[in-house]
T-cell receptor, first 115, second 116 residues
C-alpha cells in the first residue's frame, strides 16, 4: 500500500540552528500538506503544495515539492523555541484512484530546540 | 475560519462504560469528518471516515461495533467508544474537510481518554 516516509524521526537543535525534515511518498501525489503539532496539542495545517517543483515560504519556513511530486521538505531557518513540536507531512491516500479526502500521514519529525 | 471543536477534551472512565466524543465544525459545513487515534510520539492513525447522512467507512482492523460513529449533520460527528477497556486509552482527534474543499483537513483539539 501507499507509504509516506518521513525523516528524521527526532531532531534536536540549538536555538538559531537550521532544521530540515524530509518526506517521501511511495506514490506520486496530487498535493502534499504539512502540519505542525505542538506538544499536547493537535495538528495545525501549515501549507499545501500542488505544483511540481513548487517552493513556498512562510517567514522562516520554506516548503518544497519535488519535481516528481513524490517528495517534499520543510526547512526552518534560525530555529526558535516556538518552533518546538512535531511536523507531519501528508498526502492524499491513493485508494484505487479515489482518496475520498483521506490523508496518509508521515511518521512525523519531533523537533526539540534548546535555548 | 475553519474551526473544529471537540468535546470533551479529557475524560476518565471506568472499564466497561461507554464514552461519547463530539466533533463540531463551528464556522463551516463539513461533508466529511475523520476520526484518528494517536499514541504518544506517534503519527495519526486513521480510524474511520464519517460522511454526513451515511454509514462511516472504517479502516482495516478498526472494530465498527466498538467505535460507533454518527454523522447526523454537516457540522456534527460523534464517536462512541463502547465498553471501553484500558487498551482503548488514547488521544482521539477528529478532523473535518470543507464542503467542496481541497484535501486539507482541519483538526479538533483532541480528546484524551483514560480508561481505568
Amino acid at each position: 500500500g501507499q507509504q509516506v516516509m518521513q525523516i528524521p524521526q527526532y531532531q534536536h537543535v540549538q536555538e538559531g540552528e537550521d532544521f530540515t525534515t524530509y518526506c517521501n511518498s511511495s506514490t506520486t501525489l496530487s498535493n502534499i500538506q504539512w502540519y505542525k503539532q505542538r506538544p499536547g496539542g493537535h495538528p495545525v495545517f501549515l501549507i499545501q503544495l500542488v505544483k511540481s517543483g513548487e517552493v513556498k515560504k512562510q517567514k522562516r519556513l520554506t516548503f518544497q515539492f519535488g519535481e516528481a511530486k513524490k517528495n517534499s521538505s520543510l526547512h526552518i531557518t534560525a530555529t526558535q523555541t516556538t518552533d518546538v513540536g512535531t511536523y507531519f507531512c501528508a498526502g492524499p491516500t491513493n485508494a484505487g484512484g479515489t482518496s475520498y479526502g483521506k490523508l496518509t500521514f508521515g511518521q512525523g519529525t519531533i523537533l526539540t530546540v534548546h535555548p | 475560519g475553519a474551526v473544529v471543536s471537540q468535546h470533551p477534551s479529557r475524560v476518565i472512565c471506568k472499564s466497561g462504560t461507554s464514552v461519547k466524543i463530539e466533533c463540531r465544525s463551528l464556522d463551516f459545513q463539513a461533508t466529511t469528518m475523520f476520526w484518528y487515534r494517536q499514541f504518544p510520539k506517534q503519527s495519526l492513525m486513521l480510524m474511520a471516515t464519517s460522511n454526513e447522512g451515511s454509514k462511516a467507512t472504517y479502516e482495516q482492523g478498526v472494530e465498527k461495533d466498538k467505535f460507533l460513529i454518527n454523522h447526523a449533520s454537516l457540522t456534527l460527528s460523534t464517536l462512541t467508544v463502547t465498553s471501553a477497556h484500558p487498551e482503548d486509552s488514547s488521544f482521539y482527534i477528529c478532523s473535518a474537510r470543507t464542503l467542496g474543499g481541497t484535501d486539507t483537513q482541519y483538526f479538533g483539539p483532541g480528546t484524551r481518554l483514560t480508561v481505568l
